[in-house]
């Protein structure tokens, strides 16, 4: 085995969304666009990114926890990332089969788009409904 060739850079992170006890895992890249669909456990995200056994801990992991907002619209998840402080460092918005490709900064934003998002589908949904009759 030739050691002279250089280990891949890692250039992403995982995204442990957690379900209660259980999760899934997201992957984040360098430029912070999130992949549209989840991983079952990490080693399905190594071995899709291609990264060898030996860097798999050099990964990092950010955790974020399902929360449940009254305001959030049917069909879509949501999970923060919180400082010990009670401070929230980030949301990932997910709906249906798809997680959105970034993080958003606040609760109220995420909220903010999901109650838009549902908005949206809703007028499509109706002038599809209208143009068929």
Known sequence: MDHSEASPEINYKLLRLAR???YVIAVQDQSGEI???PYWE???AFFARGTPIEQWEQ???EVFTQVFPDALPSGFSVFVRMERRNICLG???WRGAVIYPFIFPTLEDALSAAT???WILEAHA???L???C
């Open 126 to 128: 109706k002038t599809e």
């Open 20 to 22: 209660g006890k259980r």
């Open 35 to 37: 992949e549209p669909h």
């Open 130 to 132: 209208d143009l068929a």
């Open 116 to 118: 838009q998002d549902e």
């Open 91 to 93: 949301v990932v918005l």
């Open 42 to 44: 990490e080693t399905q």
């Open 59 to 61: 990964v990092a992991t």
